[in-house]
Structures are given as C-alpha cells and as structure tokens.
C-alpha cells in the first residue's frame, strides 16, 4: 500500500514539477525564434511552448480564460490599461525582477506610464516599430502620404489592413489629430465618419485586404501591389531583393508602436516568465532578434550584435526629422477602438 502511495505521490509531484518548467507564451509571429528558444531552454531547462497570436486575438484568448492557460503574453503597450481596467486579465510587473539595467529607460519609463492602472504598471517594452507605407518608387515614386492609400492613381494597386493604423492614418492625413481626440467621443466619431467614406469611395482601388505578413510581401513582391500599408521591416525585407521597393514614412508621421511583456492574472509558470523577459533583452539576444527580425528592441546593448544591414536600413528610413515626426500610439480608449471596429466592419460590408 506505502508503495502504491509513493507511485501516486511521485507522479503528482513529476506532473507538477512538469508544469513549473514549461513557459506557455502567447506572441507574435517571429517573436520567438527558435534559436533563442533553444538557448533559453538549454540555460534554464525551462522548455517554451508558443502560440501566435495578434493582439485582438490574444485579448479575447486571456478575457475567455479570465488570464487563464498562459504565463507570458506580449501585447501592444497601447493595448494594456483599457483592457486591464475593464477585464483584469494581467498581473502588475514586480519591477524588482526585472533587470532594469538591460533596458533603453527611457523606454522602460514609457511603459510603465502608458500602462498604469490603479497606482500600478502591467508591461515592460520589449520592441518597437512603426506603420506606414510600403512602395514600389518605380511604379510610385510620388507615394508620400497616407493619402496614397486612396489615390485613383494606384488603382488596382493598393493593399492595407483592415485595422485601426489605417484609420489613424488618414485621420492625420485628413487634417485631425486622432490622438488629441482620444478624450472627445464625439469628435473622434466625426472623424471616423469622414474616414469610413473615403474608405468605402476608394474601395475600387484596392488590389487586396492583406491579413498577415507574408500574404503583403508576395502582393507587393510579384507586382500586384505597388502602395501597402505596412511595417518598417516589411518594406526592408523587399528591399534586399528589390531596391526599388522600401519602406516610406509618410509626411504625416509613421505610426510607432511598442510590443511589450505582460503576464496574465492566472499565470502559472511567473518566475519562468521574469527570466524569459531579462534573457530576450540581454543585449546579445536582442541583437540576434533585431538582425532576424529586422525590428528594434527596448535592449540598452543591442547594437553591437546588430547585423550592420539592418542598422543601414534604419538610417535610410529615420533620419532624424523623421524619427522626431513619429506618431506615438497612447493608450486607446476601449469605447473608441469598438466605434473603430464597427468602421472597419462597414468599409469590409461595403459594395
């Protein structure tokens, strides 16, 4: 019978001890490249199991499970208080874990305020990037602002998402500040209104609604496509094959985001998720991440591993102007971005 009692114990305590050395994490495609996942597994025995995701699918993940099924979650800092005021679903960052001296701090500043509720802050920064266009200069040279997206000219040639950077953009580039709106519902639904009938009035021009990464880069790498709404990397990736095809910020300003940790209210597996964060912004593998992904960490060090293309990359895009002309996104108001989706929806419907 002890023996028979032993076997059960054992057995709980293995699935257990199982369990604590598994990291569920909840990314972005490319987030978790699997040489970093190796390396991470061979210093810590922590073995990481991933599932890709975008932000509006991972809110609606961590609400059904009430933060629920997985440790470590990596949400746009704009993404965080509304939802976390709303629904709960992270846990407040114990900054004491973080190695703070691994990050830019200015960065590391910057979320904490733009994601703190209730006197305390859900995220740290991981990357950063911005939105804007993706052009074919031979076949568009004169695409320089949002306004591009709605242009006769391109007729057939045009591809975006349909998600709120598009709308933002043109907000800017029709003349409002979406941003300064943000505390003024029925300005911002004017706004909105004006934008979903151009949308729908340029519905003719648009070659495809692209929906992931790859899908943009065949669109615009075949010729289908000569004007995207996209991300800084996407337009560098095409231009190593083509140099005609790059990535533009728009007069307007680039959109710029920051992608960051959070971890879900009903984590199981947290110290696992604190050394996954210190160990993707040591400055080594962050730089590894930036030369594979083309995208800049919050990593203090990373530039001395950066793959000196991207860094050419970078500086052909940002002059400095352009960097200082770099819309931030602030926290979105949750009453704002569902007006936002039911505009998305009416220009998808549309005819």
Known sequence: MKRIVLMVVFLIMGSSLAMADTLQLLTWKGYAPKELVDKFQAETGIKVEVTYTNNEEMIAKLRATRGAGFDLAQPSQDRI?????????????????????L???SMLEAVKKNTLVGGKSYAVPFCWGTSGLVVNTAKAEGATSW???????????????????VLIGLGFALGYDPFALYGDEKAYAEMLS??????????????????????????????????????DNGGWKLHEDNTAIDFVAPV???????????????????DAAYKWINFMLRAENSGYFTSAEKTPTASKGAGEFTDPAFQANFDRSFPQ??????????????????MEGKVLDKVKAAK
């Not at 509304?82 to 703070?100: H, L, N």
């Open 147 to 165: 306004k591009a997206l709605v242009d006769p000219q391109y007729k057939g040639r045009v591809s975006y998402r349909l998600k709120r950077p």
């Open 81 to 101: 208080s509304s939802v976390q005021e709303e629904f709960g679903i992270y846990q407040p960052i114990d900054y004491s874990k973080i190695e703070a001296d």
């Open 321 to 338: 102007a352009t960097i200082d002309n770099i819309k931030w996104y602030p926290p979105v108001p949750a009453n704002l971005e569902a």
């Open 194 to 231: 004006v934008i979903e009938a151009e949308l729908i009035k340029a519905k003719p021009l648009v070659k495809n609604y692209w929906a992931n990464g790859d899908q943009l880069l065949e669109s615009v790498r075949s010729g289908e496509v000569t004007v995207a709404e996209a991300w």
């Open 103 to 105: 990050f830019i701090p």
């Open 252 to 270: 307007e300003g680039a959109l710029g985001w920051i992608d960051t940790f959070t971890i879900p209210s009903k984590a199981k597996n947290v």
